[in-house]
């Protein structure tokens, strides 16, 4: 049985967890190992049994933990390969553990495929992943300014989504943020809108997603009724029904959920 399982999810950090059982993977690890490890142990997992990390980019709230997570797992880091660099670049000793790929390459993980897109965000070379086992899958599409033609074909036929809905654009636009940092957030190499994130949701619930975790929502920018609000309205354009036929439900920014079955 694939599951899933945020430990956070917001600009402050973000990362999952996926396993089967008996593989486990974290999508990100952008809060400190000492958190993730808590975060596990809450679902039964020890840390030194994560054996792979996908990484998204190299922005610090996505990747903080991996020198010391290096240090205390033999995970291996998957990433595109400009992101690896720049990692690389910011971090000695790394180099031996990053298996790299080009955005829209596949590859096996034991039993799993995992499938990775381009997303379009402001750093080296961006992406998001699926992970399917066969019979499940779980997609995961944050950290980009628009909804990109590969990142729809990733999300396809995924049972779940873990879908950025990043901020409202009322409170963007009238919060503390100047406007060097507004433009660059809703600008086409920036974050989804909660309405571009119900774009997305949508999207995937036409192809057959029954869950929808709407994730890295801003802590300034965003806050969880109005996401959850966006979602319902775009799900039920297509007649779809949250809680009846979709469950939606937003990620906590700095907490770990229960174990969700993909």
């Given at each position: ?32 190992t ?13 840390l ?12 610090i ?42 955005p829209?390459?596949r ?6 495929e995992?499938?990775t ?57 009238t ?5 060097h940092l ?5 600008g086409?190499?920036?974050h ?19 869950r ?9 920018n965003?806050?969880?009724?109005l ?9 039920g ?5 949250c ?18 079955e993909?």
């Amino acid at each position: 049985m694939l599951r899933m399982a945020t430990l956070a999810s917001g600009s402050s950090g973000n990362c999952a967890v996926v396993s089967d059982g008996r593989v486990h993977i974290l999508i990100d690890a952008g809060i400190s190992t000492r958190r993730i490890a808590q975060g596990l142990k809450g679902l039964g997992i020890e840390l030194r049994h994560i054996s792979g990390v996908l990484i998204t980019h190299e922005h610090i709230d996505h990747v903080a933990a991996l020198p010391v997570l290096c240090k205390q797992t033999g995970a291996a880091l998957f990433t595109a390969e400009g992101t690896a660099y720049e990692l690389c670049g910011k971090w000695a000793g790394l180099e031996d553990r990053f298996r790299v790929f080009a955005p829209g390459q596949r590859f096996a993980f034991g039993a799993w495929e995992i499938g990775t897109f381009a997303t379009s965000h402001d750093c080296a070379c961006p992406v998001g992943y699926y992970v399917s086992d066969g019979k499940r899958k779980l997609a995961l599409c944050t950290d980009t300014g628009v909804i990109t033609p590969e990142a729809r074909e990733g999300v396809r036929g995924a049972q779940t989504l873990i879908g950025e809905f990043n901020y409202d654009p009322d409170m963007l636009r009238t919060g503390p943020y100047p406007v060097h940092l507004q433009n660059r957030i809703r600008g086409a190499r920036g974050h989804l809108s909660n309405e571009m994130g119900g774009e997305l949701a949508a999207w995937a619930g036409a192809q057959g997603a029954r869950r929808i975790v709407l994730a890295h929502l801003s802590q300034e920018n965003n806050r969880p009724e109005l996401a959850l609000e966006a979602a319902r309205k775009a799900l039920g354009g297509l007649g779809l029904r949250c809680g009846q036929d979709v469950e939606a439900l937003a990620a906590p920014r700095s907490e770990a959920t229960d174990w969700m079955e993909v």
